[in-house]
């Protein structure tokens, strides 16, 4: 009989792992089952009656009321486990051996040992296979080499995973910056390609569709055949897709680039996130890991208009994607060294595909038919239909996601108020934010005669403005609650934006546009992280992957959705042609100026859904 085979229960505040943060499985084995002498292990272990395996910390004989020829207590601190998996049988593996069981002085010197042992055990069966990837069988390890741990300095560890953390932050400063960097360089590339009006916002659209509608199966897909590969094949596929956008010759060339570029996204996105959790367990600098993480992708955001309009000024617009290919090969070499390919218990449940290409079509269709009635300026026939199909493929995705035993989105979770509004929520910032950012780089070149780099610097107030309120907004909703600032913030919000409709044609910067910003800017930062936080704050422990998930593809759905409907607007609304450019410039003034207040129309309805929203309150 090996360890391996010795069955026990995860008990409730019980043993030294509690007191570290970790919950305790005992286990009292007759001592003719283990071979190993007493001492401390890593090992891996399995809960339940499932088949994922968790890392733990294991110590064996070191309690002396058990410790006779009979009976022999082990006890396994274990890393990464949900408070709902208590009172379960747990099966041991033994891995490799850390170090012999001795005495200490004071209960500090013992923490202090066991706090570095599991550092030391995570890294341990971070190079190690799980029993899920050899077959699921129960295995005991030759243990006759003992690793020499003791001497290893665990400072470096410490060291390469934060390296680690910078490559996969760097990746997702990627996403967020390809979303944002585009719009400032929008009208030189409808210059330069001879696009329409209703073709420009295909050239975000394309990016956010795919993005939007495949993350969830990204997320399988990770789970599945492993983050690591996962996110590697997609930031290869993102460096392809950019070279092809920046030497792209014609319009149909660059959205599918672009289309590439989203579907590589929706792939890396919650690899690279997934990645960070393995590297940062929890009470192990995950806090501070995902601080940085959401501060570095705040930033892509921030900086996009910025970066997009010096080098599109300097270098014309192909350069806001030539951009990514020294970054995407920085993040190859980088998750090569420092990111292991161990340590993950792959899934073998099936995907939800025809779930993410239903979801995907259906909106492809929506935006279709905006971008028609745009285009022609009437809701005929045709957008009709489209908008039609897009509506029978939405609901055709939802008696998918019912019936599927294994959905990309289990829909019972929209019962938890918090997650229905929350996205709800999320849905209205997106598409407010993408589409400001869109408006505002056209109004500032196309109206205000601003080069690319000028629009770019007057837009930087307003994202300085972004991320000062995102990280205000915390300590504040501690202090109003969550309801009260997300309603507020939405207001804030249709306040700059109504201020930005009421612009004069002719006026300057600092008169028209410099404080309505800094108001949007307030608004977005506050609704963006109230939102956030009203989507996930209620959720269940086993259900946090998949409520953040969807909060981001709430996120970019809503804002390839509300960009259609926005651009497509002032369009419908227009009722003569431009006779001269003069003219021209005073319709397309008209136009922006309808759009800012179509989009705090929706801002309005925003606070509506605030208010209406849930009070927070403790899971159960």
Sequence with gaps: MSLGEVRGRVERGNG???????????????????????????????????????????????????????????????????????????????????????????????????????????????????????????????????????????????????????????????????????????????????????????????????????????????????????????????????????????????????????????????????????????????????????????????????????????????????????????????????????????????????????????????????????????????ALALAGGGVVLVALFIMIERRSHYPLIRLDIFTNPGVAFGNLSMFLVGGVTLSIFFFLSLHMQLVMGYSAAGTGLRQLPLAITFLTTAALLPSVIGRFGLRLVLTVSFLTLAAGLLALSQTQSGAGFLVALLIPTLIVGIGLGGTFIASTELAIENVEEADSGLASGLVNTSQQVGGAILLAFFATLPALLATQAPESASQESSLLHVEYTSAYLGIGIVCLIGAVVSFLSPQKRQPS
């Design 16 to 382: 030294r792992g509690h007191q570290l943060g970790f919950p305790t499985a005992n286990i009292l084995a007759p001592a003719s089952a283990i071979s190993m002498r007493e001492g401390v292990y890593a090992a891996w272990v399995k809960v339940g009656r499932g088949h994922t395996w968790f890392g733990a910390t294991v110590s064996i004989g070191d309690n002396p009321t058990f410790n006779d020829v009979d009976r022999i207590q082990v006890e396994a601190y274990l890393h990464d486990f949900g408070d709902d998996l208590y009172d379960q049988e747990v099966e041991l593996v033994i891995v490799a051996r850390i170090r012999d069981m001795r005495r200490f002085r004071t209960a500090n010197a013992l923490s202090a040992e066991m706090a570095r042992d599991v550092m030391i055990s995570r890294r341990l069966l971070a190079r190690a296979k799980s029993p899920a990837e050899i077959g699921g069988r129960s295995y005991t390890p030759d243990l006759g080499t003992e690793i020499a741990v003791q001497q290893e300095k665990t400072q470096g560890g410490g060291r390469s995973r934060w390296f680690a953390l910078a490559f996969l932050t760097l990746a997702q400063f990627l996403i967020v910056l390809d979303a944002s960097i585009v719009n400032v360089a929008v009208p030189a590339i409808g210059k330069d390609l001879l696009l329409s009006s209703q073709a420009l916002t295909w050239i975000v659209s394309s990016y956010v569709i795919p993005f939007g509608g495949l993350l969830m199966l990204g997320g399988r897909l990770g789970d599945r055949y492993g983050h690591r590969p996962l996110f590697l094949m997609g930031v290869i596929v993102f460096l392809l897709a950019s070279a092809l956008a920046a030497l792209a010759p014609s319009f149909e060339i660059l959205l599918a680039a672009r289309a590439a570029q989203g579907m590589s996204a929706a792939f890396l996105a919650p690899a690279a996130l997934a990645l960070l959790m393995r590297l940062f367990p929890a009470n192990d600098g995950r806090g501070k890991a995902i601080g940085v993480w959401g501060g570095v992708a705040g930033l892509g955001g921030a900086t996009g208009a910025l970066m997009g309009g010096l080098l599109t000024t300097a270098f014309g617009w192909s350069a806001i994607f030539f951009v990514n290919i020294p970054m995407c090969l920085l993040v190859i070499a980088g998750t090569l060294r420092f990111v292991s390919a161990n340590g993950q218990s792959l899934q073998r449940n099936p995907l939800d595909a025809m779930g993410a290409i239903t979801v995907t079509l259906g909106m492809l269709a929506v935006v279709g038919a905006f971008s028609h009635a745009l285009e022609t300026g009437t809701f005929d026939v045709v």
